[in-house]
């Protein structure tokens, strides 16, 4: 039954109502509800306004509280603490840091020097209990520094097994992927060897790279294993490597690794890493350089069946055996008239590009004011047809020999195109072993690749749960900012997993805008006294998707109650 107590404060005097019950047998509170002074309380009950705020504040809350409950049921802090005991003159512990830099993560990237801006502007002071003076960026770097790259694999697969536990997650379908990640490192800087430039996914070739291998499921784009490497190493050196810190964690969740399928591109392809697969046990879908197996893309149309109607309409396949590296198993060449579609409007361009390179280059040898020999005249040519394809539709004549006798005729042959786009275009060689599997299965089980795709472009926003900025220079460092990007992606799509389940199919993003806009109002009252301004706190409203998803992730739990 509810009651009002008074607690004293100094010289005054304040009241709650509070509700009490037995807990172990014993009477205790378990809710209360600040009532205020007894001037308050008798103006209130006078009917009489307590006095109009003076001013307000406006809360970020939504969006953070919703993150903070997903990293509290994954157990992140406890996690991280385990494995990095407390500093003795830390504000908080390493687990809270590495909670805190993740929440922002996919709240609202940024910077560790602009970290307490951000964190006075949310309700995470208030329901959190750290104080903005305790994320100054120092105390962050130091946190960071009691995590070692032992330790941080350690909580990752601690966390993979929270993960399936707690949301129950299905592991029998991988997805394995790689990408890099453009920083502003010093060319100078010889502390970060894992910064190197390479080939640039981002197409920032003058800036140093990071390497990251990203394991995820199929259930939801969840990742469970992530590896930083040097930038400048080909993505297929580090496929073993991941495999078999894949196969470690996967043991300790279950006994029968054969039940794992592991999904990867051609890119992964190389004879070792097949042997290694192989020698695994696990089930593999990959894929085939069409151009590598001439013999399946002349397969004629009426060997094509469809893979199925109601899911992937217009898509046929070829249900065969092919020998690839080293050894011979199931291969499914599939057509689809979108990808068929989608390399006709491509080709066109690349076409496009050529023809025009060809007559600038012809107009300039009919003027005979060339100085290139016919061998550099050649060469370029040769560049120009160099696009894939390109050489087999256009066919040049070079005349002359002196520079100034150089002529250059060229056609398109379209007989050759129509040929190229019927033997090549839309078409897919799918490599496995899951034989019992439908050609379905198969399909669907590659396309999933699109899960870890879409990792590595959320990774690359700006905006939520990026991985820039980074402001890091030395290995240690890096390894524990790709840590918590990565653990900030795994509760993103938990998350969105989790809102999908419920019926709420929404990105990323949109997930995100909609919880942002659950804000936490902040209105204070000053009696003209000299004190503090009193606050009361309250929630913005909501709308009928916001309201679902706060019941959801159950962010009440952290909402003001006075």
């Not at 006095?51 to 406006?58: F, I």
């Not at 900012?481 to 509760?491: G, P």
Request: hydrophobic share 40%; aromatic share 6%; with cysteine.
């Amino acid at each position: 039954m509810p009651s009002i107590i008074s607690k004293r404060r100094g010289a005054k005097t304040y009241y709650y109502l509070v509700e009490s019950a037995r807990v172990d047998g014993k009477p205790r509170i378990v809710s209360q509800q600040y009532l205020g002074s007894g001037d308050e309380v008798a103006a209130k009950l006078a009917g009489e306004s307590a006095g109009a705020p003076v001013r307000s504040q406006h809360k970020e809350f939504g969006a953070l509280a919703a993150v903070w409950s997903v990293l509290e049921r994954l157990g992140v802090r406890d996690a991280v603490d385990r494995a990095a005991p407390r500093r003795a003159d830390a504000a908080a512990t390493a687990g809270t840091y590495i909670a805190l830099a993740t929440a922002n993560r996919v709240v609202a990237p940024c910077s560790k020097a602009a970290f307490a801006i951000w964190w006075e502007s949310t309700a995470g002071p208030r329901f959190t209990k750290v104080p903005v003076a305790a994320v100054d960026h120092r105390r962050f770097w130091k946190a960071m520094e009691l995590l070692g790259e032992t330790q941080l694999a350690d909580i990752e697969a601690e966390l993979g097994q929270r993960m399936v536990s707690e949301f129950d997650l299905d592991l029998t379908g991988l997805i394995l992927d790689m990408a890099n990640f453009a920083t502003f490192i010093d060319s100078a800087n010889d502390k970060a060897p894992l910064a190197q430039r390479g080939k640039a996914k981002q197409k920032r070739v003058d800036l140093r790279l990071i390497g990251l291998a990203m394991v995820v499921t199929r259930d939801g784009g969840v990742p469970v294993l992530s590896r930083a490497y040097p930038g400048d190493r080909p993505d297929v050196t580090q496929f073993t490597g991941v495999i078999d810190e894949l196969l470690d964690r996967y043991r300790a969740l279950t006994t029968a690794v054969e039940s794992l399928t592991v999904v990867y591109d051609a890119g992964q392809n190389s004879s070792a890493n097949h042997e290694r697969v192989e020698e695994a046990g696990i089930g593999f879908v990959g894929s085939l350089p069409p151009s590598d197996h001439q013999a399946l893309l002349a397969l004629p149309a009426s060997r094509f069946k469809p893979v199925d109607e109601d899911v992937y309409p217009g898509v046929t396949c070829v249900d065969t055996t092919v020998t690839a590296l080293g050894v011979t198993r199931r291969a499914v060449l599939t057509h689809s008239p979108t990808l068929h579609a989608a390399q006709h409007r491509g080709f066109d361009q690349t076409l496009a590009k050529a023809r025009n390179r060809l007559t600038a280059l012809q107009a300039r040898l009919a003027r005979g004011r060339t100085r290139k020999a016919r061998e550099a005249v050649e060469a370029e040519i040769t560049a120009i047809l160099h696009p894939r394809w390109v050489g087999e539709v256009i066919t040049t004549t070079l005349t002359g020999t002196l520079p100034a006798d150089l002529r250059l005729s060229w056609r398109t042959d379209q007989t050759a195109r129509r040929r190229l786009e019927k033997r090549v275009f839309g078409k897919r060689i799918l490599f496995t072993n899951r034989d019992t599997w439908t050609t379905a299965e198969v399909v669907a089980a590659y396309r999933s690749q699109s899960e870890v795709e879409s990792g590595f472009r959320q990774l690359k926003d700006t905006h939520v749960v990026s991985f820039s900025p980074m402001h890091h220079w030395t290995d240690s460092k890096i390894r524990v900012h790709v840590f918590y990007c990565v653990l900030a992606l795994t509760v993103a799509h938990l998350m969105r997993r989790e809102a999908a389940r419920a019926g709420l199919n929404l990105s990323v993003r949109e997930l995100i805008a909609q919880l942002a806009g659950i804000q936490e109002t902040v209105l204070l009252h000053h009696d003209g006294g000299k004190g503090r301004p009193r606050a009361q706190r309250m929630l913005t409203d909501m709308n009928d998707t916001q309201r679902q998803l706060a019941e959801l992730f159950t962010i009440s739990r952290y909402a003001p109650t006075r």
